[in-house]
């Protein structure tokens, strides 16, 4: 069955460094996203982009944040000077063309900021 | 804000239905209702979701009431892998999943 895929499963950074959470979505699904949970809250939707470009972003997703599709088969999450409270799981998801449909999530990046 | 609400946990014995309800009330006339699942901090996996008419796959059925202010999903026949906390979400689309806390199931042997 295909799957989304997340690198690396656990990451660890310094406060104020760049990181980038990489996601190789399904091959077929036009569709990306990009969500968090910071730990025993809630899922929080951060981005989806389509067609190389944002669709629709959050709140939590401010200047700080960029998503990237670079080679076509790649979906990336840049935070660009990372905060204590980036500390979360972050989920990549990916879907097909039909918009009314499931979202295949990945397993996610546990990034933690010290 | 997540426009449903859900029981924070429920039990359910081993080989029996797990019957999950949600509530809401507010949904617009172009929002679907999604079930998602989380077991222990994996990512959320999709179950099933519905419109107007009630919905089965070879997880689990989804019962819509004919007002469309509450739903239900039911697991036939409950095993210990379905321990998780499961998802009802109000949504137009998969665009922005708006999460709520859920309800954790437990199945007991």
């Known amino acids: 069955e295909p799957e989304v895929t997340q690198t690396p499963s656990h990451q660890v950074t310094q406060m104020g460094q760049e990181v980038i959470l990489r996601c190789v979505p399904i091959s077929n699904h036009l569709y990306f996203y990009w969500y968090r949970q910071i730990l025993g809250q809630k899922v929080e939707f951060l981005v989806s982009f389509y067609n190389n470009e944002i669709s629709e972003k959050s709140e939590i997703f401010d200047d700080q944040f960029s998503v990237e599709r670079p080679d076509g088969s790649n979906f990336t999450l840049k935070i660009r000077s990372t905060k204590l409270e980036d500390s979360a799981m972050y989920f990549c998801?990916?879907?097909?063309?039909?918009?009314?449909?499931?979202?295949?999530f990945g397993q996610g990046t546990r990034l933690t900021v010290v | 804000d997540a426009k449903t609400t859900q029981p924070p946990s429920m039990d359910c014995a081993e080989g029996r239905a797990a019957n999950l309800p949600c509530n809401h009330s507010t949904i617009s006339g172009n929002e679907y209702v999604y079930w998602y699942r989380q077991i222990h901090s994996q990512g959320p996996q999709y179950i099933i979701h519905g419109l107007k008419n009630n919905e089965t796959n070879e997880m689990a059925s989804l019962i819509i009431t004919e007002d469309r202010k509450s739903s239900t999903l039911i697991l036939p026949h409950a095993t210990l892998r379905d321990t998780a906390v499961y998802y009802c979400i109000v949504c137009p689309s998969n665009y922005q999943l708006i999460w709520g806390a859920g309800t954790k199931l437990i199945i007991k042997p």
């Open positions: 998801a990916s879907s097909d063309l039909t918009v009314y449909t499931e979202a295949f």
